[in-house]
């Protein structure tokens, strides 16, 4: 345990790790979102989808924002999951296929930097993605992947201000070891993504302020 957590003091995501640790959650992971999955709703509403729209939901886990997403953007319109753990990955996929929405739904099971869609995405959907968001090559693919100006809607952990939030903080720290491998920019996640020319603004807090809920776009402009 303790090991987990100076490993993840780290800059960088650590692929190899996060493989490891999800081969271990895969399988009870779902029982342990239960406390997110009204923010997981409401995150899902604030990406405004409108029908024919394509959106990827990134580092989707095992696929539970997947039907929302596509019964939001219709029989014309498109959700592609993307997830490095093939554990993960599987358990996702048999989920689509059990979905009404199932020709909808891909699932691409590969590490974001390397994602090639067919079609670029009008929308991204990041949902506990946090190693995503600190990689400078998956954050950088994305953005190629994407059309100019693609809405964003990130919903995840954040810590809050060390000087009065640090038992929070620790508890929350503590809890997460194993769902992610680095804390850099824990203060604000979404950090590399404003500096790529993001727009991003949080919409929502909740769990005492350690869960955001923010809503953007990526650079560009959108198309007409």
Request: charged share 15%.
């Amino acid at each position: 345990m303790t090991l987990s957590i100076l490993s993840n003091l780290r800059q960088q995501p650590d692929a190899e790790r996060i493989l490891a640790n999800y081969r271990l959650v895969a399988a009870g992971y779902d029982a342990s979102c239960g406390r997110i999955e009204h923010l997981r709703e409401r995150a899902v509403r604030e990406l405004q989808l409108q029908p024919g729209e394509t959106v990827f939901d990134i580092a989707c886990g095992t696929g539970a924002t997947l039907s929302p997403l596509a019964a939001a953007v219709g029989p014309r319109g498109r959700v592609v999951g993307v997830e490095l753990s093939p554990e993960m990955a599987g358990i996702a996929r048999t989920r689509a296929a059990a979905s009404a929405f199932a020709g909808n739904i891909a699932v691409a099971q590969c590490a974001v930097e390397h994602f090639r869609p067919d079609s670029p995405a009008d929308c991204l959907f990041f949902s506990y993605t946090h190693d995503v968001l600190q990689s400078p090559a998956a954050l950088d693919n994305l953005l190629a992947m994407s059309r100019p100006g693609a809405r964003i809607v990130l919903l995840g952990m954040k810590t809050l201000p060390w000087l009065w939030g640090w038992p929070v903080n620790l508890v929350n720290l503590y809890r997460a070891r194993r769902y992610l491998t680095t804390y850099a920019n824990m203060d604000c996640p979404w950090r590399q993504l404003a500096r790529r020319g993001a727009s991003v603004r949080t919409v929502h807090s909740a769990l005492w302020g350690s869960a955001y809920i923010a809503v953007g776009a990526l650079p560009g402009q959108p198309r007409a």
